[in-house]
């Protein structure tokens, strides 16, 4: 008898962070466009590493130790991340899983991050605090594609769970969550207004 079977899946977690979040999310625009103003560090990195856009990436990297808004947006994200530890049936021997890095994304038009992922973390993901209809969403990429060799190219109508990449939407208030070895990306932002999320990892500790 026929079997054919899938194995071996890549969980993407989405969900909305909270049904009441309108108010939450306003606040962190006004802090996140705070921080880009008097992060003059913050800047002068994004110069060099993140052209035309702002991340506080190379200088205010913990938040969530730094403002109590994030340290809320961390209340709240943890359950999420509970939640998504569960589907992926991880035993954490007691410990816990802590968020270790929590950073700011300001990008304007024709501005992209390239493919990457985030080495020494366990859980990544992404909170949208301002997404204008038509920007960028976040592009993963299959974990296996160095190992493909010689295989044929995916015909253009392939089923979503077998193509080469898949793209989530980008959408205020709502986040993204990913094991930290998935390889993803934001293409090049098409629209004026500016495309700001919050990036962040969770260690097991």
């Known amino acids: 008898m026929k079997r054919i079977e899938s194995w071996f899946p890549t969980i993407i977690y989405a969900s909305r962070l909270r049904r009441d979040g309108a108010a939450f999310n306003r606040e962190l625009l006004k ?5 880009r103003d008097f992060d003059d560090a913050g800047r002068a990195w994004s110069a060099k590493s993140y052209p035309s856009g702002y991340t506080s990436y190379g200088s205010l990297d913990r938040l969530h130790t730094l403002s109590s808004t994030f340290t809320e947006l961390e209340r709240r994200l943890d359950r999420h991340v509970r939640a998504y530890a569960k589907t992926l049936d991880w035993d954490l021997g007691g410990r816990g899983l802590k968020m ?27 909170y949208y605090v301002a997404t204008p209809k038509g920007c960028a ?69």
């Open 100 to 126: 270790s890095d929590c950073w700011i994304n300001i990008m304007p038009q024709g501005v992209n991050h390239s493919l990457h992922l985030h080495p020494n973390s366990v859980i990544s993901g992404t």
């Open 31 to 35: 802090e996140c466009r705070q921080y």
């Open 137 to 205: 969403g976040l592009k993963f990429e299959d974990p296996r594609m160095s190992r493909f060799m010689a295989a044929p190219p995916r015909r253009t109508e392939a089923a979503p769970h077998n193509r080469p990449y898949i793209t989530y939407p980008a959408e205020a208030g709502h986040i993204l969550l990913f094991e930290s070895w998935l390889r993803h990306e934001v293409t090049s932002n098409p629209l004026k207004s500016e495309r700001i999320s919050i990036s962040f990892n969770y260690d097991w500790a």
